[in-house]
């Protein structure tokens, strides 16, 4: 039921945004992580957005994750953001999110329910945007394992909430679809590819892009030969 919901909410925004600007982007994130402890974990990377044959959003971010049970993960992640204005110019601002990560097996299936408050200040710009100002974010997921295969399914729809005082306060202002695959490779390398469909909503100048995003993991803590899904 979780999988056809995330699935028909997809379509929906897909179908939606034919009536909305649009616009194509290439995100790459490389990064490595590791352990601090056996409950704590850590992870480093550096993000970058590519639109127009052109840098439009660079990003490091360091983060650090609890596991409070195998249920969930509080964690705390730190950002600094230089984001292309339409003069060409790189605005620079700093953002801290609060995460809650819960998670649920059963066989194959991996359903996952991501919470996240977003505080961002020296803001990119005057206006309001989700990806970069206050906001709390929801994201329902869902991951399959595939027998006898390196590869890993996963669907994903994220909501983006304004929770920041102005006009556009109070109001659902993006929804962010994925659909992609995880690839188990060998020793220590984590990746991941897939697509999103991202679109504003309930603001002016409605746009939405279409994303292929490939993220790399070197992970410290796991340098021994993964094995294929069986």
């Known amino acids: 039921m979780v999988k056809k919901i995330l699935l028909l909410g997809l379509l929906c925004n897909i179908l939606n945004g034919f ?6 982007q290439i995100w790459s994130e490389t990064g490595v992580k590791g352990k601090i402890s056996k409950k704590i974990d850590y992870s480093i990377d550096i993000t970058n957005r590519f639109g127009q044959y052109k ?18 993960k509080p964690s705390i992640d730190y950002r600094w953001i230089a984001n292309r204005e339409d003069n060409g110019n790189y605005l620079a601002s700093h953002r801290i999110n609060g995460n809650l990560q ?8 991996n ?15 005057s206006n ?17 394992d595939i027998k006898k295969s390196v590869f890993s399914t996963i669907v994903s729809c994220e909501f983006f909430y304004n929770s920041a005082q102005g006009y556009w306060a109070n109001r659902l202002t993006r929804i962010r679809s994925f659909v992609g695959v ?10 991941q590819l897939g697509c999103f469909y991202d679109q504003k909503v309930n603001l002016p100048g409605l746009e939405s892009k279409y994303v292929f995003s490939a993220t790399y993991a070197y992970n410290i803590s796991n340098k021994s030969k993964k094995k294929v899904n069986d």
């Open 182 to 191: 995880d690839i188990n490779l060998k020793g220590p390398n984590d990746l």
């Open 111 to 125: 359903f996952g329910l991501r919470v996240r408050y977003q505080y961002s200040f020296k803001g990119v710009t």
């Open 102 to 109: 819960f998670s649920h097996s059963l066989k194959r299936f």
């Open 19 to 24: 009536g909305q600007q649009s616009s194509f």
């Open 128 to 144: 309001y945007e989700p990806e970069f100002d206050k906001a709390i974010r929801i994201k329902p997921s869902l991951s399959y």
């Open 55 to 72: 840098l439009v959003t660079f990003f490091p971010q360091v983060s650090i994750k609890y596991k409070l049970a195998d249920w969930i």
